[in-house]
């Protein structure tokens, strides 16, 4: 594949210096096994290639790789302030009732208890009480069960993500 074949987004990615790369890509998982893994493999010839080198480094992320890039996640209900992604994938909770905005807080608390870490899942597209009966469910999990859980939901997130940070400019 040519230069002229590969969309812009991405043949300026593959182009960035490594250390603005590096930062592109862990604004998209915090691992740096991941990012590392992303960077190792550049230039990518299409999007596709690109998704697929994430999805990859996700499946290899070791436990310690996967709590490092669970731990750039704020809890559902409570984006980073001044961060537009998680903003932007987690507005059903924004909109959501107060009642149930203190029930996910609630229940928030009790993954974290249960299994040490932030309970995650791919917001993008989900209503604020389908993420309140995710977490619901997910809490009977065993933790080796929920960590292949998180995995998948990760992977999710991360493809989404790297879509975005190699669209063409509006």
Known sequence: MTSTD??????????????????????VCASEAWVGQLLA???????????????????????GDLAE??????????PTPGDATSVREQRAMAGA???????MFELNLAYQDRFGHVFLICATGKTAEQ?????????????????????TELGKINRIRLSRLVEEDA
């Open 131 to 151: 993420m309140r009966d995710a977490v619901k469910e997910r809490i009977g999990n065993t933790p080796e069960q929920e960590r292949e859980i998180v995995r």
């Open 97 to 103: 009732a107060a009642e149930l905005k203190a029930e």
């Open 6 to 27: 590969t969309p812009p987004g991405l043949a300026r990615f593959n182009i960035l210096e490594e250390r603005t790369a590096r930062a592109a890509l862990h604004e």
């Open 69 to 78: 890039a669970m731990a750039g996640h704020p809890p559902i209900g409570r």
């Open 41 to 63: 493999h550049r230039p990518y010839a299409t999007v596709d290639d690109l998704r697929a080198a994430g999805d990859a480094a996700t499946a290899a992320l070791s436990a």
